[in-house]
């Protein structure tokens, strides 16, 4: 199966389709739930459509089943769509959705984005509230531009949890190869 379709990056076009031509696949197993859904809403008001939605000559779905409720419920009566022109267009509705979800966060990364649009305001065009930015600050620990207030150290115990001749777990232990006696372990 490492048959390449004939379309080269030069020929990849986009048509203008009616949204009521469109069918959703019959095995489409992703599910798009509202608040999806008012994102996809949300992005195609600030945004316009960046991307066609992917479809068989006949105009089933292959790829954008979300956009396309999102548009209809705009009010929208046409898309972009490209035509897949491949051998395999199951395939690639399974490929599509997996190759997304093979994707990794880079939290810090994002945080950061983030927080820069949202100092020019512009955190709503990008899907987010500034309760989950607040979230993902916190979890990063993201510096924000308000002062960082250190807690005190706690005093330590006044009898001592560890003993001579304890034993921890603490999972793989390298020992050191200058240390000759056991208690210098």
Same mark, same amino acid.
């Not at 949204?19 to 095995?27: E, W």
């Not at 068989?56 to 954008?64: E, K, R, S, Y």
């Not at 509705?93 to 979800?101: K, M, T, V, W, Y």
């Not at 509230?129 to 005190?152: F, M, P, Q, Y």
């Given at each position: 199966? +490492?048959?390449?379709?004939?379309?080269?990056?030069?020929?990849?076009? +986009?048509?203008?389709?009616?949204?009521?031509?469109?069918?959703?696949? #019959?095995?489409?197993?992703?599910?798009?739930?509202?608040?999806?859904?008012?994102?996809?809403?949300?992005?195609?008001?600030?945004?316009? $459509? $960046?991307?066609? =939605?992917?479809?068989?000559?006949?105009?089933?779905?292959?790829?954008?089943?979300?956009?396309?409720?999102?548009?209809?419920?705009?009010?929208?009566?046409?898309?972009?769509?490209?035509?897949?022109?491949?051998?395999?267009?199951?395939?690639?509705?399974?490929?599509?959705?997996?190759?997304?979800?093979?994707?990794?966060?880079?939290?810090?990364?994002?945080?950061?984005?983030?927080?820069?649009?949202?100092?020019?305001? $512009?955190?709503?065009?990008?899907?987010?509230?500034?309760?989950?930015?607040?979230?993902?600050?916190?979890?990063?620990?993201?510096?924000?531009?308000?002062?960082?207030?250190?807690?005190?150290?706690?005093?330590?115990?006044?009898?001592? =949890?560890?003993?001579?001749?304890?034993?921890?777990?603490?999972?793989?232990? =390298?020992?050191? #190869?200058?240390?000759?006696?056991?208690?210098?372990?």
């Amino acid at each position: 199966m +490492t048959q390449m379709p004939n379309t080269s990056l030069s020929e990849l076009s +986009t048509e203008l389709r009616s949204l009521d031509s469109l069918t959703p696949h #019959p095995r489409n197993y992703r599910r798009h739930p509202e608040h999806q859904v008012e994102i996809l809403r949300e992005s195609l008001r600030v945004h316009g $459509q $960046q991307k066609p =939605v992917v479809i068989t000559p006949d105009g089933t779905i292959l790829a954008g089943h979300g956009l396309v409720e999102a548009a209809k419920a705009e009010g929208w009566t046409e898309i972009a769509c490209h035509v897949y022109d491949g051998p395999y267009p199951e395939a690639f509705l399974a490929i599509d959705n997996r190759a997304s979800d093979l994707a990794e966060d880079d939290d810090v990364a994002l945080a950061q984005l983030l927080k820069d649009l949202n100092a020019e305001q $512009q955190l709503p065009a990008a899907g987010w509230s500034e309760e989950e930015l607040a979230e993902l600050l916190e979890s990063t620990k993201v510096e924000t531009n308000e002062e960082i207030v250190e807690d005190e150290p706690p005093e330590p115990p006044k009898v001592a =949890v560890t003993r001579p001749g304890d034993i921890w777990l603490l999972g793989r232990v =390298v020992q050191c #190869p200058k240390c000759k006696r056991l208690t210098d372990v």
